[in-house]
C-alpha cells in the first residue's frame, strides 16, 4: 500500500512540474535571471534543471498533503 501510495504522490506532481516549468520558462528566459543582483552563472540546462526539480518537490508536498487528508483517523494514529 506504501509504493501505492507514493506512485499517488509523486506521478502527478511530476506531470505538474513538467508542465508548471513549460509554462515558466516559456515566459522567462533562464540567462536573464539574477541571484542577490548577480546574473546567474550557470547554463540554461541547469537552471531548467534545478527548476524541475524544485517545483517536483513542492508539487508532491502539495500531492502529500492530498495523501494524508484522505486518511482515517485509525491509518494515521497506526
Do not use: H
Request: proline letters at 4%; hydrophobic letters at 60%; glycine letters at 2%.
Amino acid at each position: 500500500m506504501l509504493t501505492r501510495r507514493l506512485m499517488w504522490i509523486a506521478w502527478p506532481a511530476f506531470l505538474i512540474a513538467g508542465v508548471i516549468e513549460m509554462l515558466l520558462f516559456a515566459v522567462l528566459d533562464p540567462q536573464s535571471l539574477q541571484w542577490f543582483g548577480q546574473p546567474m552563472q550557470w547554463s540554461r540546462e541547469a537552471i531548467y534543471t534545478l527548476a524541475f526539480f524544485v517545483i517536483w518537490v513542492l508539487t508532491m508536498i502539495s500531492s502529500a498533503l492530498t495523501v494524508l487528508l484522505t486518511l482515517s483517523s485509525f491509518e494515521v494514529n497506526r
